[in-house]
């Protein structure tokens, strides 16, 4: 339900406009209020392809807008904060790939989808927090792999498949900072809750934990379980969806609280404004683009 003037008119702007919001997990909540369908990364870009919107308002960083372009070439997609980056993202340039491909000729390169379109389009499969050991597992053993950007979620899936991956040196910088020290204080804080931690966090982090889940894996994990508290281990504009959709559950933090500033940059004024002025849209090299879409396609065609 709408709560506040500027809310009202974005739900009238957005009907003129044809237009859909979607909104990622970590936004401010007062968008995510508003927003035609929240979800994690991926669960954004295929939601979006699957609709005849004209115009699709991405709000989160801009990988995410990127991803929606890609398999939604014929919308505006728009990303209201134009500098909203995953600093993870940007560890991987398409060059730095480029490169590292003409060293290592032979090997898979499987990236995950928080890299830039230009980077997607360099490698050979995508996937995502919540596929990644599905992704690695469908590449013959007898492959070379290089995960990237993210090296603990490369170590995470290496260590549950008991296989060897080559690992980029990216990690999130909000992931990266979680201990150990940190979730058994939680634990003993709030005794008996369950420690659901993102796979981003470090390996030892996530041996410390009772599961890894992404963000779309720990809302269903949450709503499916017969637990009733939670330790949730990942940004803190999760704990919106989590709180309002399971009533009868309590949710802790750990100490400090994890932000991400980028996803925090995006504000209801943004998105106001990107959809009267219809900008600032998100524009994809053709080649690029259509590179990247094959990296998708393969990803979403494992079954
Ligand atoms: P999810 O795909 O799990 O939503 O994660 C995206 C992300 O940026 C995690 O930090
Ligand atoms: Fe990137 Fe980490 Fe922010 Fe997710 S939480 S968008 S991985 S920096």
Redesign the pocket.
Known sequence: MPINALQEEILRLKVQRHALILA???VDSAIQEIADFC????ELSVKAAKTDAEVLVVCG?RFMAETVKILSPDALVLLPCADAL?P?AEMASGDAVRSARAAMPDATFVAY??TTAETKAQVDICC???NAEKIVASIPRKNSILFLPDRNLGRNVAAKLGREINCWHGC?P??DAVTVEMIETARKIHPGAEVLV?P?CRPEVVAAADHAL????MLRHVRESGNKRFIIV??CGILFRLRNENPGKEFFEIEPRLV?AD?KKITLEMVRDALIDLKPAVELDPDAAEHAHCAISRMLDVK
């Open positions: 990622h997990n970590y979800g994690d990364s991926l960083v995953c993870m989808v928080n995502t927090s919540g999130c909000v992931h993102h981003e992404s963000t779309g894996g990942t940004e991400c996803m």
